[in-house]
């Protein structure tokens, strides 16, 4: 058997929901310094168990294996050697169910590169940012705001999260926090299967841009020379919305052609 490639410590594991997750992870050896928004690998042995609530593997891991997926750092960028994840199980996965099995205590492995171009960092600092999120999907803006909220005042920031009910909304408290100390922070939150205590907004992401609710409560214009568009989470809605912006004059961002509309797909 080779020696182990762990090098980080579980420092704290907090279930949110029995499928979701946040992952507190010292490494060995700090990081080199990385922009809010980019993502790195963890990774555990097909030899470690799976959480109780998962479903059997279909397709048995080798143990030896180090099975390694890619994860959006939620903290803030100041923090080289404390990491934190937001994580949800998918229950007949390979490394999710493992990852739900941890306690604190435990080893675990975290790449030494943390890479991505989905950062907040290249946007110039007096335009506005509005960050769409569907469940895990927040954790790279978790990130912005610990990191850049307080040093871009002149930028007006929002989030919308958009989720089927109440519970599923994470980070709901801190979230809610931010948008009553911070002039520049507006938290819009949005549910399809809310229930009478809900007295939010109840539609799809793509519909309240469409009502001006960006405009009407966070002073934001949909305007690809004044504001950056970030994308997160289910590809479904990622598709929907960026399909609509792309209507309204924005483009995609990539490394070789700067536009307004960042894109971060995974599943959450
Ligand atoms: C850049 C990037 C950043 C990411 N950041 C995060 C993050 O911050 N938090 C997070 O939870 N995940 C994140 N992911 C997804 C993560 O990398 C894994 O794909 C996910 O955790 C599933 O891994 P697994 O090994 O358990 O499942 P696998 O064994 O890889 O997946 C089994 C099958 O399920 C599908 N699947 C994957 N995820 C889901 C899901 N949630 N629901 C339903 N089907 C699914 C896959 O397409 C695959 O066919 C990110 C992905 C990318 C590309």
Redesign the pocket.
């Known amino acids: 058997m080779e020696e182990s490639k762990y090098n980080a410590t579980v420092v704290g594991k907090i279930l949110l929901r029995p499928d979701i997750m946040t992952l507190r992870l010292d490494t060995d050896e700090p990081r080199e310094k990385f922009n809010a928004g980019q993502?790195t690998l963890l990774g555990l042995y097909g030899r470690e168990e799976r959480s109780p609530n998962s479903t059997p593997e279909t397709d048995p891991v080798e143990p030896d294996k180090l099975?390694q997926?890619?994860?959006?750092i939620a903290s803030a960028t100041n923090q080289l050697e404390q990491f934190e994840?937001?994580?949800?199980q998918?229950k007949?996965?390979?490394?999710?169910p493992r990852l739900f099995n941890l306690q604190p205590g435990e080893r675990i492995f975290v790449s030494k590169r943390i890479v991505?171009v989905f950062k907040l960092a290249e946007t110039p600092l007096n335009q506005d940012v509005v960050m769409v999120a569907t469940g895990?999907g927040l954790?790279p803006y978790l990130s912005f705001l610990r990191s850049y909220l307080v040093d871009r005042p002149e930028s007006k920031m929002a989030i919308i999260q958009g989720a089927a009910k109440q519970w599923d909304l994470g980070y709901y408290s801190e979230l809610t926090f931010l948008d009553s100390t911070f002039e520049n922070f507006t938290y819009i939150p949005t549910l399809t299967e809310a229930d009478s205590t809900w007295n939010g907004h109840e539609m799809w992401i793509e519909e309240m841009l469409e009502k001006n609710v960006l405009k009407d409560e966070a002073d934001i214009d949909i305007d690809p020379g004044k504001t950056h568009f970030f994308l997160s989470g289910n590809p479904k809605m990622v598709e929907k919305v960026s399909g609509w912006l792309l209507k309204k004059d924005y483009s995609k961002h990539t490394r070789k052609q700067p536009g307004a509309l960042h894109v971060?797909e995974?599943?959450?």
């Open positions: 993502y099975i997926r890619p994860y959006s994840f937001y994580i949800s998918v007949s996965g390979q490394l999710t991505g895990t954790a971060e995974f599943w959450s």
